[in-house]
């Protein structure tokens, strides 16, 4: 009788357990923050179980990922890291900058691998890629440091124009670092620079008509997750207003932009993959060094270039790592 009620009393609480502290009984639970939407990220989520899977990990048979999106609401990125440290998660996968700057101050002890486009000395997150320290590590591609590169590449392709413009999302914590290097670049490059902001679906219609207003030949946008979640959207808008458009990523050309520059996010995903796999098997953040993936892609769409009325320079199509035609 004593066993029975034993029984029955450890079955109660144990369906009490929250879904993550059951899952924790079974296999190491990933808690994995983005800034943006699952909806734009599947290439990079991909990119993430490719990394683990190779490491050795599975989700769903060895492993299990709870996500955590804030929908591109950044303000929403402490209160959700701090539910992934209620959740006594096994290891945080922190992927976007503004979601590693959220993660970091919400615990000390459970370990982090951050994924980031920029320098993640330059953005407080560790004070040594070789020697990260403490419970963070991760992985960064090229990005802030190429959006001057990406002006002079837009002034290539559209020599004529005087006035460019860069887009950035106000709420971005590179924004105003971007911001300032751009606006640097452009008077060397004989352009007058227009700053504009959009950090909202609906903003996108009133970025193109300031364009319009402002007389901008060329559009640089910044990089930032919630561009990148929406990156066909403006892929397509910028060739439905004729505006040549640069942006870091390929599928940005692929979705009818002009051309993409900068490093490979995907590349950056799989390589956190393999980290967040290692420290399940016990390695320790601080003996990982930053990993920089300095991979960095030239696409330009010769579609869109004709149809915009423009002669791509050899000079650029020789330095092209892909032309979509």
Do not use: C
């Amino acid at each position: 009788m004593q066993r029975r009620k034993f029984i029955t009393l450890l079955g109660a609480a144990a369906a009490a357990w929250p879904p993550i502290a059951l899952a924790q009984q079974r296999m190491p639970v990933i808690g994995f923050l983005n800034s943006a939407s699952p909806d734009g990220y599947a290439p990079m989520v991909a990119a993430f179980r490719q990394g683990l899977r190779d490491a050795g990990y599975v989700e769903g048979q060895n492993v299990a990922i709870e996500y955590r999106w804030a929908e591109d609401q950044y303000d929403r990125l402490p209160a959700l890291a701090a539910d992934l440290v209620r959740q006594q998660v096994t290891v945080i996968a922190a992927t976007s900058t503004p979601a590693a700057l959220a993660a970091k101050p919400a615990t000390t002890t459970i370990p982090i691998v951050f994924e980031m486009g920029g320098d993640p000395i330059q953005t407080g997150l560790v004070e040594s890629l070789s020697r990260p320290g403490g419970n963070i590590t991760g992985t960064a591609h090229l990005n802030v440091e190429l959006a001057p590169k990406r002006l002079e590449l837009l002034h290539e392709l559209v020599p004529t124009t005087n006035i460019a413009a860069l887009l950035v999302n106000p709420t971005n914590p590179n924004a105003e670092t971007v911001s300032k290097e751009v606006q640097a670049a452009a008077p060397t490059l004989g352009l007058q620079l227009q700053v504009i902001q959009a950090s909202t679906d609906r903003d996108f219609d009133t970025v193109f008509t300031t364009l319009l207003r402002l007389r901008a030949g060329a559009l640089a946008i910044a990089t930032d997750p919630f561009f990148t979640s929406r990156i066909e959207q403006l892929g397509a808008l910028s060739l439905r207003h004729a505006m040549p458009t640069i942006y870091q990523y390929r599928q940005f050309v692929a979705a009818g932009g002009l051309v993409s520059y900068g490093g490979s996010i995907t590349d950056s995903y799989y390589k956190a993959g393999v980290y967040t796999g290692r420290i399940l098997k016990g390695a320790k953040p601080a003996d990982l060094p930053v990993q920089l993936s300095t991979k960095v892609e030239l696409v330009i769409n010769l579609k869109t270039a004709k149809a915009l009325g423009l002669t791509v320079p050899v000079s650029l199509l020789g330095r092209a790592d892909e032309l979509i035609e």
